[in-house]
């Protein structure tokens, strides 16, 4: 048996005050879920969160979606979903490329205090947002701004600029035992 | 570069429909927030959602307490922050149990679809929750309920016994360059 560590009670943070870097990665269940997680933490906190996500499309109604409207925190899908699916992939990149630049805005422009940039891993690696202009983004940031990124295979050079990285491991997936995504757990 | 996957849209939910046993386990950082973004996601979803945390104690107050009471998911904590600060393990152990008892009522009944046991496997690794109780009443739960276990470390028969099971990584903290918690990322 363990013996139980010395907790100390959380208090007023002390020290520096500054905005974070934040990198869920990996193959694993919890990536989205756990930037959604501290976007409520946040919200709870008082603080202005906003979630771009660069996958689901405009008028996608996910649970978080319906439970973020209620706090009123505001999500904006910038993928296009059906059209992905019809592999217009020109339309695909302009579209994705465009929302960056809506999420560019918003982080340049100090309005919140913490923001979500949920699967932007993927448009990165086809090439359709620019690795070079996200990093210099973060960098020209206003310094109280939390950026949160998630998506599997984040690029190294994002993991390095990152303050906190925690790789999302695949041990076991439903999925991989026949078991069918659920409502309200999937999505 | 590399190439977009097909993406097929979401749909209804095919096939059987259960509940599944979710744990974050790990040492990295993320792992309560992806329980919270579940609750955040099923709650959107309609389900009926309650968390209970093992550690923090019965008054806490952070950022999720807030933000889940705006949304009017009963959040409870079970542990006895200060007085485990105290080292008073006879207290903590009795508290824990008691809780854990209360947990496992919330668990049987079938009042709950998703249920979050944040922190759970603290107090299992301490001996004050025993671990054939709680994978007991995993497996006489309704069929119905999901339920989500977080927290370092957890237990091999959990991990054997759940459906899907994510090992946070830390890949890099914050902490360890010296960056101080920071209020509404942290707690």
Same mark, same amino acid.
């Given at each position: 048996?363990?013996?139980? =560590?010395?907790?100390?009670? &959380?208090?007023? =943070?002390?020290?520096?005050?500054?905005?974070?870097?934040?990198? &869920?990665?990996?193959?694993?269940?919890?990536?989205?879920?756990?930037?959604?997680?501290?976007?409520?933490?946040?919200?709870?906190?008082?603080?202005?969160?906003?979630?771009?996500?660069?996958?689901?499309?405009?008028?996608?109604?996910?649970?978080?979606?319906?439970?973020?409207?209620?706090?009123?925190?505001?999500?904006?899908?910038?993928?296009?979903?059906?059209?992905?699916?019809?592999?217009?992939?020109?339309?695909?990149?302009?579209?994705? &490329?465009?929302?960056?630049?809506?999420?560019?805005?918003?982080?340049?422009?100090?309005? &919140?205090?913490?923001?979500?940039?949920?699967?932007?891993?993927?448009?990165?690696?086809?090439?359709?947002?620019?690795?070079?202009?996200?990093?210099?983004?973060?960098?020209?940031?206003?310094?109280?701004?939390?950026?949160?990124?998630?998506?599997?295979?984040? =690029?190294?050079?994002?993991?390095?600029?990152?303050?906190?990285?925690?790789?999302?491991?695949?041990?076991?997936?439903?999925?991989?035992?026949?078991? =069918?995504?659920?409502?309200?757990?999937?999505?």
């Amino acid at each position: 048996m363990e013996r139980p =560590p010395r907790l100390k009670p &959380y208090g007023r =943070p002390k020290g520096e005050r500054r905005g974070l870097v934040l990198v &869920y990665t990996g193959d694993g269940k919890g990536k989205s879920t756990a930037a959604f997680g501290l976007a409520l933490r946040a919200h709870g906190r008082g603080l202005r969160v906003r979630v771009f996500q660069f996958i689901k499309h405009e008028g996608a109604r996910f649970g978080e979606h319906r439970a973020f409207a209620q706090l009123g925190v505001p999500v904006e899908g910038l993928g296009d979903g059906f059209t992905w699916k019809s592999r217009d992939l020109e339309r695909s990149r302009a579209l994705a &490329y465009a929302g960056w630049q809506r999420a560019k805005e918003a982080l340049l422009s100090g309005a &919140y205090d913490l923001l979500v940039l949920d699967e932007i891993t993927y448009p990165i690696r086809y090439g359709w947002v620019p690795l070079g202009e996200v990093l210099e983004a973060l960098k020209d940031r206003p310094p109280h701004v939390h950026v949160v990124l998630t998506g599997r295979g984040a =690029p190294e050079a994002l993991l390095e600029l990152a303050d906190t990285v925690t790789e999302m491991r695949k041990v076991k997936h439903a999925f991989d035992q026949g078991v =069918p995504a659920q409502r309200g757990i999937e999505h």
